[in-house]
């Protein structure tokens, strides 16, 4: 059974909550757990408004927890190391993102019986392979359940404490509030153009949809040598992602010519789209041997036909962030080629506008909440 923090945890800490469907935040005081052996505290700096954290806050997707403490794109100082801690020291730039969590055990584990040996073997080759975000048992960085038992709060708040394994180091260079929405959005659209290949200089890909993952996906795409199309229902992002963003080539998504005259020119899509939509104008513009990654969280079913597939061997395949390892190597890619996130900084207490205006993505593109300078306890 799930425990109260306050049952178990000594360390007051203090964010901004919901506490029911209507996605209301407001200040919540709660607790977190005492700084272990391989633990980093951190005083949170900035967090990063994600749109999975409205999905969350709606529980839209079914199952939510309340209390609920938002925010897994946090950047923050260490504050605190645990005794056997080899990573990092007091004072550094660091940044938690979806993950706080996961089995973390080795293939010795492997040969246990029972009815779940097949899931605790799939956990363990996961995590063995530095594919923690596909662990079985992974804890994210809210709304789940810790392995103490207790809830697990996430970035609104002002401070957290997290095993070494699941932080990254935030390089010198880099700005630390546009940093933070990388811990998602960035992680989110490196790790399929390196998995898919799709990293190759001279490949031509398609991304889907500029927001919050997509104009990150664009410069990402391009500081890999690719040449890059955006599409987007709106014509009013062209001079977005052509002039500032540096895409290739433009293309309305409602307009039929423009589809036509692209179809079988793509080595690969990124579609960011977390809304319902179309995929078969999508497959027909792949080459042979093309791949589409699905990267946003659809809701609802999507149609997807299967003949355009066998005609061209193409691949429709999904993404979802991805391994410490691999976060760590993504956001040292970014800090070399100067990526960032376009953002809008906020104070805590514009978090529910930030929210209302994040439904009608009233946002270029990602909100990041000023946490270290507007969150005061006595809110």
Avoid at 57 to 71: A, C, D, R
Avoid at 80 to 104: A, I, M, W
Wanted: some cysteine.
């Amino acid at each position: 059974m799930e425990k109260s923090p306050e049952e178990v945890h000594p360390l007051k800490a203090f964010g901004w909550a919901a506490r029911d469907t209507s996605a209301l935040l407001s200040p919540f005081k709660f607790s977190r757990r005492e700084t272990g052996d391989k633990d980093v505290k951190l005083k949170i700096l900035y967090c990063g408004i994600c749109h999975t954290d409205l999905h969350q806050l709606k529980n839209e997707w079914g199952f939510s927890k309340y209390p609920m403490v938002p925010g897994h794109e946090i950047v923050g100082e260490v504050t605190k190391v645990g005794n056997k801690v080899e990573k990092f020291k007091l004072g550094d730039k660091v940044g938690v993102g979806c993950l706080v969590g996961s089995c973390r055990s080795l293939f010795k584990s492997l040969n246990m019986g029972g009815r779940n040996s097949h899931q605790r073997q799939i956990s363990n080759k996961n995590c063995s392979n530095d594919l923690e975000n596909y662990c079985s048992k992974g804890i994210a960085t809210y709304c789940a359940t810790y392995h103490d038992g207790t809830p697990t709060y996430g970035g609104y708040s002002d401070m957290i404490v997290v095993d070494e394994h699941f932080v990254v180091r935030v390089p010198k260079n880099m700005p630390l509030a546009a940093a933070a929405p990388l811990l998602c959005v960035g992680i989110t659209t490196y790790s399929p153009l390196r998995y898919f290949g799709l990293d190759k200089p001279g490949l031509h890909i398609v991304v889907v949809g500029l927001g919050g993952l997509g104009h990150v996906g664009v410069k990402f795409a391009k500081a890999l040598g690719l040449k890059v199309t955006v599409i987007s229902t709106s014509q009013n992002k062209q001079k977005e992602a052509l002039e500032h963003l540096g895409a290739d080539s433009f293309l309305i998504s409602t307009d039929p010519d423009q589809l036509q005259a692209a179809m079988g020119t793509m080595d690969g899509i990124l579609d960011t789209v977390a809304a319902n939509h179309p995929v078969l104008p999508l497959i027909g513009l792949l080459k042979t041997n093309g791949k589409l990654i699905m990267l946003g969280a659809v809701a609802k079913s999507l149609e997807l036909p299967v003949f355009p597939l066998l005609m061209g061997r193409k691949l429709v395949a999904g993404s979802g962030i991805g391994g410490m390892k691999e976060t760590q190597e993504m956001i040292d890619f970014a800090a070399k080629h100067n990526i960032t996130a376009d953002i809008e900084v906020i104070p805590m207490d514009y978090v529910n506008t930030a929210m209302e205006r994040l439904a009608k993505a009233d946002v270029k593109y990602r909100f990041v909440i000023d946490v270290a300078k507007t969150l005061k306890a006595d809110d």
